[in-house]
């Protein structure tokens, strides 16, 4: 498994960790707050298929992940 396809798996890891956060009880705050950041249905969907679309790209091949990286981290950092 080539260096980018762990970055990209590690990616898939990260944002379902961010999806799943939302659900755990003890974790939100009164107001729904995770940590301090008010999630909704629409970003736990934009997470979830993101780290989905991480795992499938660092699973199927380089090219796939880079394609993920540039496409999906890259472009919402510029």
Do not use: C, Y
């Amino acid at each position: 498994m080539d260096r980018m396809q762990k970055i990209a798996l590690g990616f898939a890891l990260v944002l379902a960790a961010v999806t799943a956060l939302g659900f755990i009880p003890g974790l939100t705050d009164a107001e729904g707050r995770t940590f301090g950041i008010k999630l909704n249905l629409f970003n736990d969907i934009l997470h979830s298929s993101s780290a989905l679309w991480a795992l499938i790209a660092g699973l199927m091949s380089k090219r796939a992940a880079v394609a993920f990286l540039k496409i999906g981290v890259l472009h919402k950092l510029s």
